[in-house]
């Protein structure tokens, strides 16, 4: 089975633009999650959705948006770009939505914002 | 609040020695699960262990074990003789359960020297 797969792998914008990142969960989960890697830190928390509603949402500002659609893909949108949001975005998915079960990764988009 | 601790940025050993990575948690909650992730230079997140709240009980997997004890909010990661390929950078985290947010540690840089 195929696992978490993110599109586009890497990706460079300019200050200002606006930028949107792809996630398809693997099949049959229903719950996505968005975070955030700065280079050198560990992955922050963005967003979840589970069963196409916003679960969750991190200490993001409201540049940041995210949506889930039927087929419980899921989109990352990132407004009025700042240098500061230059890192690698991923995307997680599970069946039930809670933390007890295991979320598992794509291999992320690397953004760079010059 | 929540919070990982993981004390130790960068750590370098010989190949075939033992390594302890470090990991300290703060959590209100009486239910949470705490992780362990590896992430390669390729960047993504693999999986190694989730442990629930209730079980304090020690696991090994391979050369990898976990010792998790509630007392000290310690769940500390140890590999018994290294080998190059476990060169990487190592998370901890937490999840309250309540949904799939997931705490991450700055992470333990690890270099396995030939």
């Known amino acids: 089975d195929a696992g978490v797969t993110q599109s586009p792998t890497h990706l460079i914008k300019t200050r200002g633009q606006h930028v949107t990142l792809r996630c398809s969960p693997i099949?049959?989960?229903?719950?996505v999650s968005w975070y955030q890697q700065v280079l050198g830190q560990g992955p922050q928390f963005i967003f979840q959705?589970?069963?196409?509603?916003?679960?969750g949402r991190g200490n993001f500002p409201d540049r940041f948006s995210a949506r889930q659609f039927p087929n419980y893909s899921s989109e990352l949108n990132v407004n009025a770009l700042l240098l500061g949001d230059s890192a690698l975005y991923l995307c997680?998915?599970?069946?039930?939505?809670?933390?007890?079960?295991?979320?598992?990764f794509g291999p992320g988009t690397r953004l760079t914002v010059t | 609040a929540q919070k990982v601790t993981q004390a130790q940025t960068e750590i370098s050993v010989v190949e075939k020695e033992d390594v302890t990575l470090d990991c300290v948690y703060e959590t209100r909650d009486t239910t949470y699960y705490l992780f362990w992730y590896k992430q390669p230079p390729s960047g993504e997140l693999v999986f190694l262990i989730r442990?629930?709240?209730?079980?304090?009980q020690n696991e090994i997997s391979g050369r990898y074990s976990w010792n998790f004890q509630k007392s000290t909010s310690s769940f500390n990661f140890t590999i018994t003789a290294s080998q190059v390929v476990d060169s990487a950078v190592y998370f901890c985290a937490l999840s309250e359960g309540r949904d799939d947010k997931i705490i991450f540690g700055k992470g333990t840089r690890l270099h396995i020297l030939p």
């Open positions: 997680a998915s599970s069946d039930a939505g809670t933390g007890a079960w295991e979320q598992y």
């Open positions: 442990r629930n709240s209730f079980d304090e």
């Open positions: 959705y589970y069963e196409k509603e916003e679960r």
């Open positions: 099949s049959g989960h229903k719950s």
